[in-house]
């Protein structure tokens, strides 16, 4: 793999382009409620409001459970969803983008960013330099192989559609040592149905080494179930190039920006005995 340093960041480049050229921010038109439908608006400062929307289009007027009025600027909403009730208000997962590692297609509002330890030893950050285009990248504490050789990732992730309760990104994620000896990457699709209380997340992924495309795909299959406020059961399970599994699952716990994930992988092939791998990753939300 070597001499594959520029193939790898072309691969980001690739993911990272259509971003730039497509980038939308906000929501330009909100659909007027009926008289009795409470609806819960976030905005992209992290607010979070209850009433319904009186009349659309971008300003959209947005009145209050306490009768206030507001005129809302499309570009400074974040979400806007049916509430059962304002007097329950409950946190909703902060770390959407990801489930134990593998992504959703869920990117972060422009200016937002979070900083993760990854088995709490490889610390990485992610920041939204749109509403649509998310990057990440991290290094492990330690330098692996000789001096010189640290490996670093760096992820772009742009989302190509948006819908109530569907959504769909592609990105690259590519593997690089520092001095440019040797380099890998994915490129992915995933697409994610559902609400922050429930959804499924579907993707594949095929490798790129030594300039080449892999012959099959890597894919991933997850969701997230919310037990209760600030718990939320993951599962994250791969079928893997050659039939071998990964199966996970475990807890979510969090509040308003920090978040502790414990999970359990099984790494399966058939006829082979199997281990546990225990998962804790941190992640502080901004």
Not at 33 to 39: C, E, P
Not at 125 to 135: E, K, S
Not at 232 to 238: F, G, I, R, V
Request: glycine share 14%; hydrophobic share 45%; net charge negative.
């Amino acid at each position: 793999m070597r001499g594959q340093l520029p193939a790898a960041l072309l691969l980001l480049l690739l993911a990272f382009w259509p971003g730039i050229l497509h980038a939308e921010t906000g929501t330009s038109s909100q659909t007027v409620a009926a008289d009795t439908t409470l609806q819960r608006l976030e905005l992209q400062d992290g607010s979070v409001l209850f009433g319904r929307v009186l009349a659309g289009g971008d300003p959209f007027l947005f009145r209050l459970t306490g009768g206030t009025e507001l005129w809302i600027d499309g570009k400074d909403l974040r979400t806007i969803s049916p509430a059962a009730d304002a007097g329950s208000e409950r946190p909703f997962d902060p770390n959407t983008t990801r489930l134990f590692f593998g992504p959703t297609a869920r990117t972060l509002p422009k200016g937002k960013g979070y900083a993760s330890l990854f088995e709490l030893v490889i610390p990485f950050i992610g920041y939204g330099l749109t509403d649509n285009l998310l990057l990440s990248g991290g290094t492990p504490f330690l330098a692996v192989g000789d001096e010189g050789s640290r490996l670093f990732w760096l992820t772009s992730k742009w989302r190509a559609l948006k819908t109530d309760e569907l959504e769909l990104a592609l990105g690259a994620l590519g593997f690089a040592t520092l001095d440019g000896e040797s380099s890998a990457g994915i490129l992915f699709g995933v697409l994610s149905q559902g609400t922050e209380r429930a959804a499924l997340h579907a993707g594949l992924g095929y490798g790129v080494v030594d300039g080449g495309l892999a012959d099959h795909p890597a894919l991933l299959l997850g969701g997230e179930w919310a037990l209760r406020p600030g718990i939320t059961l993951l599962s994250e399970n791969y079928l893997l190039p050659g039939g071998n599994l990964v199966l996970g699952a475990g807890p979510r716990f969090y509040g308003k920006r920090f978040c502790v994930d414990l999970g359990l992988l099984m790494p399966y092939e058939t006829g082979d005995s199997f281990f546990l791998f225990p998962m804790l990753n941190l992640v502080w939300n901004w």
